[in-house]
Every structure is written in C-alpha cells, then in structure tokens.
C-alpha cells in the first residue's frame, strides 16, 4: 500500500500536502525514495513523509515509510541548489531506521504532529 491508501484525504488537507501528490524524489546511496513534504510557516516546521520500495533478492517487495518533523526553510525558499543542502541533508537524515513508521500509523503520527505544531503557534502568537 502506498501513501495514499495509509493517509485519508481529511489528514492530507489538514497537514497541507498537496493531496496525495509526491513533492520531490531523493537519492541516498544509491537508494531512491519519493518525498511528501509540507510546512508550517508560523511554526517553522517542516513535515515529512519518506516512500520507499525495498526489493529483496528472491523477487519480495516490501514498502517502508519514514516519518519526522524538522525546523528551518525548504528546498523553495532557497536561491541555489546549494544554498539548499541543510534542508536535502535533513531529508537523508530522515531516510534511516530512526525514522522509520509501520505504514497504519501514519495517519496517527501526522495528525499528532500537525496538532502539536499549530499548539505551538498558539504559543508563538501569544508571545
């Protein structure tokens, strides 16, 4: 199952992607994954979700996900590509077993994780 079969279209709109629509692709050691990204600007965060399809050598396909919440601008609000690289280097970071989430909680985690940032620009907008 891919993302769009684990995220309902009401946590989609909600977190802000851009329906179900891949933002960018990424390439980590030869490993080549498809990016869903969105952001919180009040809140300066950046939100993740990492695709990728493990094939294994007798012919098995496996789907792995991976999560994270990161600060600072995206790869748009920069003026070169290599003014970008903090934030592609935050996207490899989040290409690793650390991040990695079973596929039926994913919903759970991003609609976590957009209620705990728009908390947070509460808290920002009251200061």
Known sequence: MTFPKW????????AGF??????LGLDKNGKKCTVYHTKFYMGNANLVVLEYLR??????????????????KHSGEYETLEEAEPFFEELRKTFSRKYRIPGKDLEERILQSVK????????????
Do not use: C, M
């Not at 995220?7 to 909600?14: D, F, N, P, Q």
């Not at 094939?55 to 600072?72: A, I, L, N, V």
């Open 18 to 23: 851009n329906y179900w629509e891949p933002s």
């Open 116 to 127: 705990e940032i728009e908390s947070e620009k509460v808290t920002l907008s009251q200061n």
């Open 55 to 72: 094939e294994h050598s007798d012919g098995y396909k496996r789907r792995e996900f991976f999560f994270r919440t990161f600060p600072g």
């Open 7 to 14: 995220v309902s279209l009401e946590a989609v709109l909600r």
